[in-house]
């Protein structure tokens, strides 16, 4: 009950922050991440979700591509930003794009994720 309350929490957070600031790159990238583990949870456990605790989960790669997309162009040297892109090119079936990203992600300067 509690994982899915924080992921709702978690998605109007980053939905709230993206209104805010549509120029930092950290809230398309949350939501990318967001969209990319929601899709990938099996159907029962976002039903459970919904029917349980009221929850609605609905995440799609459609929407992950979109955000990550986002979050590569204003975070060009984020490691994170092309990481999620590539992830969500490989969830796609877009191979050859994930690598090229898994690549940009491997060449990005590390940063102190706490430093945010």
């Not at 039903?47 to 799609?60: E, K, P, T």
């Not at 990203?101 to 994720?113: D, K, M, N, R």
Request: hydrophobic share 40%; proline share 3%.
């Amino acid at each position: 009950r509690e994982k899915a309350a924080l992921a709702a929490a978690v998605r109007r957070a980053a939905e709230a922050g993206l209104a805010r600031d549509p120029s930092l790159y950290l809230n398309d990238y949350l939501l990318a991440r967001w969209h990319n583990d929601v899709a990938g949870l099996p159907r029962l456990h976002r039903l459970m979700a919904r029917c349980a605790f009221g929850v609605r989960l609905s995440g799609s790669h459609r929407e992950a591509l979109r955000h990550a997309k986002r979050a590569v162009e204003t975070g060009p040297d984020k490691l994170l930003c092309h990481y999620e892109l590539s992830r969500t090119y490989v969830a796609v079936g877009e191979r050859a794009l994930g690598r090229r990203h898994a690549e940009a992600a491997l060449q990005s300067p590390v940063e102190e994720l706490n430093s945010h």
